[in-house]
């Protein structure tokens, strides 16, 4: 949710940040408009019901001959009341409408356009190059046995799939990798619920333009989690945390769901774009005044392990246009995969500033000048991936050989009983 006083007092600054979206200014004069009736609303009915409260004190008071005539007064005003509660109510929904269409405010620098308008930062490693024609990831993982996604799609249909023996173990190589490495820098492990209620999802950012990813339980009115980020950011709602000994740190396994709607056609083969995978989420809350600091912190964290698994990879600015609504700058790290000849998203760290926390009234209370406690004020909150199912798929690709067999990046070692090279089904050492 958009900081209201921001909207009053820098209209200009939020009419920006709707440009560099893609979004038309005019939501901002909109919802200006809005939250003005709303509040005018909300006078008048507290004006009549004042004194509606003070007149019902003058009639328990008046002479009985003359209470039949305040009686009937008494009713007129009561109607008026009931009137302008509908009124505020009406233009409470209306402001909430107005409201939504304001996406968060993006942080100064960000690149305006939309998907293709990225700004790259940097690239780390070399491109693989190979003297062979090298395989793809599920030639790969059918080779190793690892993969099998015909089974997968007679269980559950298209876009599933089974990740088996060493398929199985390397995702799990993978996770707890991330999940050492994000304990060595102070997160909390965390296993999430993936079914969240409604006001969970719709606080996150998860129900607006993009709604239509989302998996619904109607009879139940719950949603299946495209990210541990849903569950965590809910994990302190209408709470006020405790950031004395700095920010809060959680990294949250979950499996996650996406219906990939509007995907028809894109990344078809193999476990690029799939309905349902693991992921390991780092979320945190922290001050507003460290959110930026934290942000390069999360991104550091994830370049650490990508590098340390041996992957060749870039770190993009994503254009405004791009960022999901509750984002105020997002960063892309993708990957090279040799037989796309091209980087391909395999995590992103979101800076949410606290665009989530208003919308569920997260916050902490910080020390004013003098020492003491003072006046609350909502946490900002950031989240990114550090491990997840589709990284896979440069792993594969990346460390293959000439035999089919994939060498295993050291790192990753200890997780598999000591294994250096994974071999083709049968022909395991």
């Avoid at 996650?256 to 979320?283: P, W």
Wanted: charged share 25%; aromatic share 6%; proline share 4%.
């Amino acid at each position: 949710m958009i900081d209201l006083a921001l909207l009053r007092d820098e209209p200009e600054l939020v009419r920006k940040s709707q440009a560099a979206r893609g979004n038309a200014p005019e939501t901002v004069d909109a919802a200006i408009e809005a939250d003005r009736s709303r509040r005018a609303a909300l006078a008048a009915f507290e004006d009549l019901r004042a004194e509606q409260n003070a007149f019902g004190k003058r009639v328990a008071a008046a002479p009985k001959e003359d209470k039949p005539a305040l009686v009937a007064q008494a009713k007129d005003l009561a109607e008026r009341v009931k009137q302008a509660n509908q009124a505020a109510n009406e233009a409470t929904e209306a402001a909430t409408a107005a409201l939504s269409r304001i996406e968060n405010v993006v942080i100064e620098g960000v690149p305006a356009g939309g998907e293709a308008d990225f700004v790259e930062i940097r690239r780390v490693g070399e491109i693989p190059t190979f003297d062979f024609t090298p395989r793809d990831h599920l030639e790969l993982g059918e080779l190793l046995g690892a993969i099998d996604m015909e089974r997968g799609a007679k269980v559950s249909g298209a876009r599933f799939y089974f990740l088996r023996g060493i398929g199985a173990r390397l995702e799990l190589a993978l996770m707890n990798l991330a999940l050492d490495t994000a304990m060595q820098h102070g997160f909390i492990p965390m296993i999430t619920p993936t079914l969240v209620r409604p006001e969970i999802m719709q606080g996150t950012g998860f129900l607006g333009e993009h709604a239509d990813e989302v998996y619904r339980l109607e009879a139940d009115d719950l949603y299946l989690v495209g990210t541990s980020e849903v569950a965590l950011a809910g994990y302190h709602k209408d709470e006020i945390v405790d950031l004395s000994r700095g920010a809060l740190r959680y990294a949250g396994w979950s499996t996650c769901y996406r219906r990939e709607a509007g995907s028809h056609g894109k990344d078809t083969r193999g476990i690029i774009r799939v309905h349902q995978f693991n992921k390991l989420e780092m979320f945190v809350y922290t001050s507003v005044q460290e959110a930026e600091a934290e942000h390069e912190r999360l991104l550091a964290l994830q370049e650490q392990l990508l590098t340390s698994l041996g992957l060749s990879y870039r770190v993009i600015d994503t254009a405004a246009g791009d960022l999901g609504s509750s984002a105020a700058r997002k960063y892309d790290v993708e990957a090279w995969v040799p037989t796309q000849d091209a980087f391909r998203e395999l995590t992103s760290t979101s800076n949410c500033t606290t665009f989530q926390a208003r919308r569920l009234d997260v916050r902490h209370r910080p020390l004013a000048e003098d020492g003491k406690p003072g006046k609350t004020q909502h946490v900002a909150t950031l989240n990114g991936t550090i491990a997840t199912t589709r990284w896979i798929v440069a792993l594969l690709e990346t460390h293959q050989q000439a035999d089919g067999s994939v060498r295993v990046p050291e790192v990753l070692r200890p997780y598999l009983g000591g294994l250096e090279v994974i071999r083709p089904e049968g022909e395991q050492a």
